[in-house]
């Protein structure tokens, strides 16, 4: 196996560079939506595994000296760490200091977006697949809707914006009212993207088949608006092509993360909630940093395990190969 060059800072051997840390703060959420989990949910980390808060952002700290410009707070959900506003000021602290991003779904934002705000936090995407009542309630397997509704509305008030929407189409599901969504954030003044669903469900359930790829979104939107595409070169590293939306100046996002795959521009690399680094979202392994710091590691011996897992990143996720394998761990478990 390559070893990685001494001097490498987060770069893996097809050139590209490590500029986005994606951070788990709990495995745990509280919504149980159909693509992601089961009714009954599933074994959450016991608090022992949890990386603790002065572990948590000793990590982000050399990973950020390592040249990581941006940090995206996930979960599970996120929210649910109950020392998260304490971790983002911690963050935001660091020098230099990285933009700090979050990935929520949005329940319990209306109380925290605005001493989340006031901690450093930058902005947020908010989780919401549909705003029928009835859909979402059915999908999620919880009456949320008008919680998630309040965060969205608290996270503009607090200047976290732009605020962006994450939604994922399910045929059969939510197919037919993608148009919907996207008008009901255009009135709002919300920046929908939609996802193509992934195989990262903890029923290893997923079926490309029933997926609604990127094209079919497109068309669907298309029914209603104007989809225009902006200019390739706008879009650098960003998994989302973005369109203007009847002339604009409003968008809309389109991330075909299975059937046009953006691993060649990939910046990401995953710090999982018990202390993993992972250099992908599909990666098979991992590399266990909790273990070597509570072992009494030094700054410069944990960063050489970070630098080694991202030196061996695969040059593609692999969905669609012969041989692909779903990870074992879900979404839930990896961080958004």
């Not at 705000?117 to 999620?140: C, H, K, M, Q, Y």
């Not at 197919?175 to 709002?188: F, K, N, Q, T």
């Not at 225009?228 to 092509?241: D, I, K």
């Not at 691993?263 to 990666?283: E, M, P």
Request: hydrophobic share 40%.
């Amino acid at each position: 196996m390559a070893t990685a060059p001494i001097t490498a800072r987060l770069l893996d051997q097809h050139g590209r560079v490590a500029r986005d840390l994606r951070v788990s703060v709990t495995d745990r959420c509280n919504l149980r939506c159909r693509y992601c989990m089961p009714a009954e949910g599933l074994p959450w980390l016991a608090k022992p595994e949890m990386l603790t808060d002065d572990e948590l952002v000793r990590l982000v700290t050399i990973f950020v000296a390592l040249g990581v410009e941006q940090v995206r707070l996930t979960g599970g959900e996120p929210l649910l760490r109950r020392s998260l506003t304490d971790v983002v000021a911690r963050i935001a602290a660091l020098t230099p200091r990285p933009r700090i991003a979050m990935t929520t779904n949005g329940i319990g934002l209306d109380r925290l977006a605005a001493p989340l705000a006031a901690a450093g936090l930058d902005r947020v995407n908010i989780s919401l697949d549909t705003v029928d009542p009835a859909e979402f309630a059915d999908l999620t397997r919880r009456d949320r809707l008008a919680d998630v509704e309040a965060g969205l509305e608290a996270a503009r008030e607090a200047g976290l914006v732009p605020v962006k929407v994450n939604a994922v189409a399910m045929r059969g599901i939510n197919d037919h009212s993608v148009a919907d969504l996207l008008g009901w954030c255009l009135e709002r003044g919300y920046e929908l993207r939609f996802i193509e669903q992934m195989p990262l469900d903890a029923q290893h359930g997923w079926d490309a088949s029933t997926m609604i790829g990127a094209d079919e979104i497109r068309t669907r939107l298309s029914e209603r608006f104007t989809i225009t595409p902006l200019p390739q070169a706008e879009r650098g590293s960003a998994p989302a092509e973005r369109f203007l939306v009847d002339g604009g100046p409003a968008t809309v996002g389109i991330i075909a993360s299975v059937t046009a795959p953006f691993c060649g521009a990939c910046d990401r690399t995953r710090l999982t909630a018990d202390g993993q680094v992972r250099n992908c979202l599909f990666s098979q392994r991992e590399t266990d940093l909790r273990g070597p710091m509570r072992d009494g590691a030094s700054d410069d011996e944990l960063a050489a395990l970070i630098t080694g897992e991202m030196w061996r990143k695969a040059k593609g996720h692999g969905i669609g190969s012969a041989d692909f394998v779903q990870p074992i761990r879900p979404m839930s478990a990896i961080g958004g």
